[in-house]
């Protein structure tokens, strides 16, 4: 059974930084193109980051210059540095596949407000 967990959320001022992890088992992700999403309170769920297995990063408009997308295939691990955070980053932040879906993990709160 696969299993994804973040961590890494927390509370930041405007313009902080945070590094979220995910650990994932019961899969390779080095085989996945793996993905960060996130959802704010009243809105849906967005793909914010994605990651190839040829090593191809893609960003939503809202997070471009400002976050990274890295992996780690030898700790199947997927990670998100976010810089100058704002507020509107606010939300729940999860990991999963970006083309077949699996169950999604409890997530890990980021939010940013002074």
């Known amino acids: 059974q696969v299993r994804l967990v973040e961590s890494g959320g927390g509370l930041v001022q405007p313009g902080g930084s945070l590094r979220l992890s995910c650990a994932a088992s019961g899969t390779v992700i080095r085989f996945k193109t793996m993905g960060w999403y996130r959802q704010a309170p009243g809105q849906q769920r967005e793909l914010v980051a994605s990651?190839?297995?040829?090593?191809?990063?893609n960003y939503a408009d809202s997070v471009k210059g400002r976050f990274t997308i890295s992996r780690d295939n030898n700790k199947n691990a997927l990670y998100l540095q976010m810089n100058s955070l704002k507020p509107d980053d606010t939300a729940v932040y999860y990991c999963?596949?970006?083309?077949?879906?699996?169950?999604w993990g409890q997530g890990t709160q980021v939010t940013v407000s002074s």
């Open positions: 990651s190839t297995i040829g090593g191809t990063t």
């Open positions: 999963n596949f970006v083309s077949s879906l699996v169950d």
